[in-house]
């Protein structure tokens, strides 16, 4: 990626995700505060950083060129004027802002998607080309999630049950497909690179086998949940486990022969652990519930698992191995980066397990559940003015005369 992409994609990530926390922070002074602050890190942060990293890895994966700079840097400003629009219009009770809003971001990761399958067409030997149609799959969940959350928005649901289970479906296609199926599509290549081992001798099987039941399964929970009949969506969520555990395979291969030893390798290899209980944990849950709407009430001890846990910890650690990589110019100013992304690791990954953990397990509410998210909030918040400095230094860098112009 050229300079000004990445400083760009880095720096609207670490914006998002600085005002996630701060609304966070001030509770019930924002009104809907917590709805807020997950979607400005999940809808923002986590979308840009997705759809910039995806076309990364599809490129170096494929072998095809990289969109042009311009091209990137529209797509960029459209995708979040998208977004700050979907935001401001849920936010202030606009249904319309929210609506275009949402054509906007869905035009932006349709585009994106269609440019990742044309790499695929066009790379047929590649090896793990595969790999890159988890991307695809990813941007279909979100286009369909984003569609039940304007109807949510707009209030189309109906009755109280049916605004239940489009809720769930719109939860279980984001979290699960947007981020669920581009993180376990980019492990394959990312896990053993970030323990700085080689890849397990054929990881093709479980690429090939995991995506259709991955997809398929979170299809079939999707309609289960918004028909409200639990067998279906406990039968799209058993296949979506498996496919999980089937993909997870290499990566766990991996963790045998290499153990984690850095930031970016403990904060990837928590964050793949929490995904994973959680999906199991959401299933027992559904077979627990009476009926599907039942689920609503028992998944939100849950979120903070996939949010925190999984999304925002594995953005995290992804971003500690790769803003070196990409920004450190040779082995020295790698070195140099990483020691800035990683001062005091190892207390804040403590941190964040540690509050995600009295999250998920201490019932909500008390001085338990305050100290889950501020344990959790410092351990990632911390990253983010690390990263900033990362970010300066790369921009004096740059500008510096002589420096290169990237």
Not at 193 to 219: C, E, I
């Amino acid at each position: 990626m050229r300079a000004r992409r990445q400083v760009l994609a880095t720096g609207l990530v670490l914006g998002y995700l600085a005002a996630g926390g701060v609304t966070l922070a001030l509770g019930d002074r924002v009104a809907g505060g917590t709805w807020l602050a997950l979607h400005l890190v999940l809808l923002g942060g986590l979308t840009n950083a997705i759809v910039v990293w995806s076309e990364h890895f599809a490129a170096a994966l494929l072998r095809v060129p990289r969109a042009g700079e311009r091209a990137a840097t529209a797509r960029a400003l459209a995708l979040n004027l998208g977004v700050l629009a979907v935001l401001g219009g849920v936010h202030a009770g606009r249904p319309l802002l929210a609506a275009g809003g949402a054509w906007l971001v869905g035009a932006v990761v349709a585009a994106h998607a269609a440019a990742l399958a044309a790499g695929i067409r066009r790379a047929l030997g590649a090896r793990l080309a595969g790999t890159v149609w988890f991307y695809v799959a990813a941007s279909a969940a979100l286009l369909a999630g984003m569609g039940l959350g304007v109807l949510l928005a707009g209030g189309a649901a109906g009755s109280a049950d049916a605004w239940r289970a489009m809720r769930l479906a719109h939860v279980h296609l984001n979290l699960l497909g947007w981020v669920g199926l581009a993180v376990v599509g980019t492990q394959f290549t990312l896990w053993p690179t970030v323990l700085r081992t080689r890849m397990v001798a054929d990881p093709l099987p479980a690429v090939r086998w995991s995506l259709p039941l991955l997809a398929g399964g979170l299809a079939v929970t999707t309609v289960g949940l918004l028909a409200q009949w639990r067998p279906l969506a406990l039968a799209g969520l058993a296949g979506y486990l498996t496919g999980l555990l089937v993909a997870l395979q290499p990566f766990a291969r991996t963790l045998l022969r290499r153990r984690p030893h850095t930031a970016a390798s403990w904060m990837l290899g928590a964050g793949i652990a929490w995904f994973a209980l959680a999906v199991a944990a959401d299933l027992v849950a559904l077979a627990g519930s009476r009926r599907v709407v039942d689920l609503d009430g028992r998944v939100g001890r849950l979120v903070p698992a996939v949010a925190v846990g999984f999304g925002l910890q594995v953005l995290t650690g992804a971003l500690t191995y790769l803003l070196p990589v990409v920004w450190g110019r040779g082995a020295d100013g790698n070195r140099r980066l990483t020691a800035v992304l990683e001062a005091g690791w190892r207390p804040r990954v403590v941190a964040i397990n540690l509050g995600v953990a009295l999250l998920v397990v201490v019932p909500p509410g008390g001085w338990a559940g305050r100290a889950g998210w501020w344990l959790a909030g410092l351990g990632l918040g911390a990253f983010v003015p690390l990263a900033v400095a990362a970010l300066a230094w790369r921009v004096v860098e740059d500008i510096r005369p002589g420096g290169p112009a990237g």
